[in-house]
């Protein structure tokens, strides 16, 4: 679905991702991993092309080379939660997720619809639909990102961090839900995380990233049994919670 060909992109002295090679199966969840800085989100503005790689790299989805010129009218395939979520304060739950069906014309009626059809999935209350996103909790904040994102029923969904900001019940929660939503829509999903354990929970590949490199691609399985690194290694104890310690998992 996506093919990312020696991508690699410069920030002034900042190296932000060194010859990045990656293909994004159709149907998958592939999870971006690493820590804070090494890479994730620029890698994820590049598939959509919100962002050009330097020269020599290039951006294929479904077969097209991703240009200036197109990208914009290949991003409505793509669905895009930013981190932090990006909701616009003064647009009501409604309003920001069916921004995009407006722009593109769509009937009142379709939009309805949609946004009612849309709130069933992710389980976000209808009385919520007229509140701003300052009204409404984290997580429910975190469905109107996700709802605005599949207004469009995109075939690829991009999500960079989506879970972030929430407190770990609510976290965990949402975790289980983004899973089995990702399995009723059978979706391409490309999700970044810093988290382990959310990688392994939601990932059928994990891609660790290091300083904008890949370290290593595999299921956590292969990323915990065979580290292609010391730092694969490193990275998962880092993470190793007390309990997992206590009880010696992994
Ligand atoms: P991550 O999402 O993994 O935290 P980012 O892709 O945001 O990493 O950033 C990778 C590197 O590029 C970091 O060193 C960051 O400071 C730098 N960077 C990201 N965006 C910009 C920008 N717009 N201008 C300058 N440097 C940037
Ligand atoms: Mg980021």
Redesign the pocket.
């Known amino acids: 679905m996506l093919q990312l060909k020696q991508i690699s992109k410069t920030?002034?002295q900042?190296t932000?991702l060194q010859s990045i090679n990656l293909s994004i199966s159709a149907g998958k969840t592939t999870i971006l991993l690493?820590?804070?800085?090494?890479?994730?989100?620029?890698?994820l503005r590049i598939m959509n092309g919100l962002i050009q790689a330097d020269s020599g790299g290039t951006v294929y989805f479904e077969g097209t080379q991703i240009t200036q010129e197109n990208a914009l009218n290949l991003r409505h395939k793509m669905g895009y939660v930013i981190?932090e979520g990006g909701l616009f304060p003064h647009l009501t739950a409604s309003q920001n997720i069916s921004l995009m069906a407006h722009y593109l014309g769509w009937h009142q009626d379709r939009i309805d619809k949609r946004v009612t059809e849309l709130a069933q999935l992710t389980q976000f209350p209808l009385e919520g639909l007229n509140r701003f996103p300052l009204q409404l909790s984290g997580g429910q904040r975190q469905r109107v990102s996700l709802m605005r994102a599949l207004v469009l029923d995109p075939g690829l969904l991009l999500l960079?961090e989506p879970l972030g900001a929430l407190d770990p019940m609510i976290r965990s929660e949402l975790q289980t839900e983004l899973k089995d939503i990702f399995q009723t829509l059978g979706k391409t999903v490309v999700l970044?995380t810093h988290d382990i354990s959310e990688a392994g929970f939601l990932g059928d590949i994990i891609v660790l990233?290091r300083d904008?490199q890949i370290v290593q691609q595999g299921n956590l399985a292969e990323l915990v049994h065979t580290p292609a690194d010391p730092f694969v290694t490193q990275f998962i104890n880092a993470q190793r919670s007390p309990i997992e310690a206590l009880t010696g998992n992994l």
Do not use: I, N, P, R
Not at 36 to 42: A, L, N, P, R, V
């Open positions: 920030y002034g900042t932000a690493g820590q804070s800085g090494s890479g994730k989100s620029t890698l981190q960079d970044v990233l904008g």
